[in-house]
């Protein structure tokens, strides 16, 4: 554990962190507690880790950047997804909660929930031949949350100081701060200042804040809106015999425009989505200008063309809404482009095991510094088990050493998932556990002998089992 500076802090978030991930019931800090069998001892300094003791989040990641990098061929840019989530809380009395929209609510009907806001940036750890399934691994996980608004008879300088703060402390303006530490980061502590960083984002992404302050050899792919009103790069014909010099020139056409254009033909390219290669077709158009990036910046417009697919075998062919996408590298190749840009979606997946599996936000903290910390230390540990399982087969593993399902026998499967992966860890350590455990023993868990030093991490397994699913 290289963010903590003294062993006994490093040994104490290894056990937590080995227990987010085998715990069986809810991950609460109690639930930790009882996994690791520390249910009988003093438990104060476990919760001191998260609300008292100097560590830094970023830090947790280093060596997740690291092992991505050590992973990944070194001709290869480092591709990353950045992206924001949304953790459920009904507390009121929660630092940093507050009311935002229900990405699950109907398109009819935009609803409200209560929760906390994070931001997450995952690295990408590309297949071996760029024609099989990635993997994101967490690299990044932020709390952001919402700048609280000031009664109506607050003074004009509060009012003032509100304005700013929202622009100052939104999720674009830290999406920049992040990008400019893993920049630095990979320049200074990893060596691979060499390396571009491609970055794929979401439309709420693509705007001035992020597009305008983008770090250097960073490039950005981001979905824009089909309507955007683009500029071709002015020409010396086109400038004016005195006065200002034009920025922009001739009005391009909108990316919708661009799609219906019958001049413009449609090209072929392969790229792997959904567990097999697609060939998409696509329109281009390079370079253009948007006033949102400013006339320094060249952007290559990319135009996708719906994908159709079956719900079932003989069911109707169904197409999908195109996709508009502009890149910050006019000359990215476009199979390049498409392909790091596809394997955005992994974050998503980084989200749905994260609060389903993993059982992030479900910690019961009120601490001002738990409140952010707890979640990015159950997200490093989780960051860990993929980078762990990505080394130990450095292709994907897809078998462990307990046998498969009946339904699932006889199957071919590309990686192992999340799940998959904590079963094996659960065996393994409870088989441990198990080796080691006194014959005679008439309890649940060894007794730790010391409060203050921390014994070597080790599950047992009945506490974990007995103890864990209710704690």
């Known amino acids: 554990m290289e963010a903590f500076a003294q062993r006994r802090t490093g040994d104490r978030a290894h056990r937590l962190g080995l227990s987010q991930l085998a715990c069986v019931g809810r991950h609460t800090v109690t639930g930790l507690l009882s996994t690791s069998g520390r249910q009988f001892v003093d438990w104060s300094a476990d919760y001191r880790l998260f609300s008292r003791d100097q560590w830094d989040t970023a830090e947790l990641f280093v060596p997740i950047v690291r092992g991505i990098l050590d992973l990944s061929p070194h001709d290869r840019p480092f591709v990353g997804a950045m992206d924001d989530t949304f953790l459920r809380k009904t507390g009121t009395k929660i630092p940093g909660v507050g009311y935002g929209r229900d990405p699950m609510s109907p398109p009819f ?100 804040t992020v597009l305008k302050q983008l770090p250097e050899r960073t490039v950005v792919i981001g979905r824009i809106r089909k309507d955007a009103g683009l500029f071709h790069p002015p020409r010396p014909e086109e400038q004016l015999p005195v006065g200002t010099k034009r920025k922009y020139g001739r009005p391009a056409p909108t990316p919708d425009a661009l799609r219906q254009d019958a001049l413009v033909p449609w090209q072929e390219v392969t790229a792997y989505a959904s567990g097999k290669l697609h060939a998409f077709r696509v329109k281009t158009l390079a370079p253009v200008l948007w006033k949102k990036a400013g006339f320094a910046l060249p952007l290559r417009l990319v135009v996708v063309a719906p994908v159709g697919y079956r719900l079932r075998k003989a069911s109707k062919l169904l197409y999908r809404q195109p996709a508009f996408l502009i890149c910050t590298d006019p000359d990215l190749p476009l199979d390049q482009l498409l392909q790091d840009y596809l394997w955005r979606w992994q974050i998503e997946v980084n989200h749905r095991d994260e609060k389903q599996i993993i059982g992030v936000g479900e910690a019961q903290v009120r601490s001002p510094e738990s409140v952010g910390r707890q979640p990015a230390f159950a997200v490093a540990s989780y960051a860990t088990l993929l980078l762990a399982a990505a080394q130990e087969s450095l292709t994907g593993a897809t078998v462990t050493t307990l046998a498969s399902p009946k339904w699932q026998a006889g199957q071919h499967r590309l990686r192992l998932s999340t799940q998959e992966l904590i079963r094996q860890l659960r065996s393994e350590v409870w088989d441990y556990a198990i080796k080691t455990l006194c014959g005679h023993s008439d309890h649940f868990a060894t007794a730790t002998l010391s409060v203050t030093k921390c014994p070597e991490s080790q599950l047992p397994a009945v506490s974990a089992l007995l103890y864990g699913a209710t704690g």
């Open 109 to 208: 009907q935009v609803n409200l929930i209560r929760g906390q806001r994070f931001l997450q940036l995952s690295g990408i750890l590309p297949p071996p031949d760029r024609s099989g399934p990635a993997r994101a691994v967490p690299i990044r996980f932020e709390h952001v949350p919402p700048v609280r608004k000031p009664p109506k008879n607050a003074s004009e300088q509060d009012q003032r100081a509100y304005r700013q703060r929202k622009r100052t402390e939104n999720l674009s303006a830290r999406g920049v701060q992040v990008l400019h530490q893993v920049r630095r980061e990979l320049d200074e502590r990893h060596a691979a200042r060499a390396r571009r960083f491609i970055v794929g984002v979401d439309g709420s992404y693509t705007n001035q």
